[in-house]
Nanobody, 127 residues
Framework: VQLQASGGGLVQPGGSLRLSCAVSGFSAFRFDDYAVGWFRQAPGKEREGVSCVSSDGGSIRYADSVKGRFTISRDAAKSTVYLQMNSLIPEDTAVYHC??????????????????WGQGTLVTVSS
């Protein structure tokens, strides 16, 4: 499976961005088979799970640091998962990656559980 992340950029504190993760595969690919997660890594820090959604969309998990500010959603028609980020703060600055896996339980949001990864998109929150 292939993942293409987009939507990063430079934004002022308090601003918003929407990240997109387009998921695709070969003939047997089914988007609804895959849990998808967003992870981020800031310079000098370990990668952390930001938000993950189960394959059926029924289970969602957020990191405590983004609860109430970020919203994850999935669009089956477009095989895309979105991360709406509001009220951004400088601490949200990082490279954001999306990942997918067929065998993840529910909305498990740890990076080692995900096999397929897209390239990162940089989010910079600065005035």
């Amino acid at each position: 499976v292939q993942l293409q992340a987009s939507g990063g950029g430079l934004v002022q504190p308090g601003g918003s961005l929407r990240l997109s993760c387009a998921v695709s595969g070969f003939s047997a690919f089914r988007f609804d088979d895959y849990a998808v997660g967003w992870f981020r890594q800031a310079p000098g820090k370990e990668r952390e799970g930001v938000s993950c959604v189960s394959s059926d969309g029924g289970s969602i998990r957020y990191a405590d640091s983004v609860k109430g500010r970020f919203t994850i959603s999935r669009d089956a028609a477009k095989s895309t998962v979105y991360l709406q980020m509001n009220s951004l703060i400088p601490e949200d600055t990082a490279v954001y990656h999306c990942a997918a896996d067929r065998l993840v339980y529910g909305s498990t949001c740890v990076s080692h559980a995900y096999e397929s990864w897209g390239q990162g998109t940089l989010v910079t929150v600065s005035s």
